[in-house]
């Protein structure tokens, strides 16, 4: 017996919205009751799994390579138990994707992370109006107590909504709440256009709720006013401006815009590193990105140390093992990330792994941008407007990757890897159809 449609579609949304705003749960019902909650979706999922008879197997080959690797690092982790709890952790994530692509169509999926994402939303201004008018004082989380004085990063809202700062929300961070409306924007964005294309289609949003949500996050994006996410902002517009001019030319014409896309992403890297302290006066940043660059010279220096094979995976840095433990605490704030997702997999699983995952999101970003442009006979199940959003969301990823390690961890790895299987299987269909034209 089968799940109900629209009860997968409920399950992803909510565990869509726990790997997004996982400090929701956490702040709310400490730590113990975020984990009988992960532990219930994981054992939701399993019975998913097994109703539906989904094959973990048919995943793209460098997908299975890296997640082999991962795994195989344990035998040479420096902390062999920590990166057992890591590596658990990501291949359960990544099975939940695996799941979430054979059960759910793309109509699906965008319908899920809608739903995610304007919960968040609305409940983090919600949150943040409650703590500015009636509690009037930065609020820690629950089921905690820290001695003052304490950093302003452990507080779950520091009370800035009529005070001119930045908001956290419900996710208890600002860059984090950026990302997830720079997600709901995509995905909003998506469904208002299906609306005009495909109006019957399920996953298409009526004008005036796309609209207005698309205003909330676009007010939370200038509320939390992340840096970070407004460049990533930039590459998902370039990348649909690329993806809209290549479906209306063919063979080397296309070939030719995808070259120029190509260069003049090289040439604004080469700008941004040149010009990059007139750049970060723009956007209001020091010029050592925020302690960016503290991070990445004391990564750079432990991955120098182990350079082939890295430190073993351990996905979030481990807080009680070494070198994690001191390796980066900035005004007494103990960093769990590379703030750079390349730096992180060198760190963890050396240049070797470094590879894999580079084949790995090469191999995906044709597929995606194959998928965004083309559609192959039999294919009327992905209006045009609903292919957009997979090649959107990569984009972002991969941007936000740069100055984020999320691309690896919890909403990041889910969404990458459903991206690469779900590339994948429209591949084969394509192939299929092709065969039998």
Known sequence: MSWPRERRV?????????????????????????GALTALLGVAWLVVAVRERVDLRRVPVALGAVAGFLTLSIAWSAYPGASAIGVVV???????????TQVLTLGDLVRALSAATRWILGLSLIFELIVATLVRQPLLPFWTSYEEPYPAAFNWSRNALLEG????????????LAFVALVALI??????????????????????????WIA????????????????????????????????????????????AAVAIMAAVATVAVLLRDTLLDLVGRSDDLTGRLDIWSAVIGLAQERPWFGWGWVSYWAPWVEPFDDLVVIRGVTYLQAHNA???????????????VAVLVLTTVARTVAWAVDAPRGDALDPAALRLAPVLLLAM????????????????????????????????RWRRAEATS
Not at 188 to 202: M, S
Not at 342 to 356: A, H, K, P, Y
């Open 10 to 34: 409920a399950l992803a949304g909510l565990t869509l919205f726990t790997l997004l705003a996982g400090d929701a749960w956490r702040y709310s019902l400490s730590w113990y009751g975020w």
């Open 90 to 100: 990501t291949v359960i994530t990544g099975a939940v994707a695996i799941t979430m």
């Open 165 to 176: 700062g930045r908001i956290q929300g419900i996710t208890g961070n600002a860059n984090l």
């Open 187 to 212: 995905v909003l964005a998506v469904q208002w256009r299906l609306r005009q294309t495909d109006p019957g289609h399920e996953a298409s949003l009526r004008r005036p709720a796309a609209l207005g």
């Open 216 to 259: 909330i996050a676009l007010g939370v994006l200038v509320l939390t006013r992340s840096a970070t996410v407004l460049i990533a902002g930039v590459g998902v517009v370039f990348v649909l401006g690329v993806v809209l001019l290549a479906r209306r030319r063919t063979g080397r014409a296309r070939l030719a815009i995808y070259g």
């Open 342 to 356: 390349w730096l992180d997999v060198w760190l963890q699983l050396g240049i070797l792994g470094l590879i894999l």
């Open 397 to 428: 990823l991969l941007v936000h990757s740069l100055a984020e390690s999320r691309l690896l961890i919890e909403a990041g790895l889910l969404l990458l890897v459903w991206i690469a299987v779900a590339s994948r299987r429209h591949e084969l």
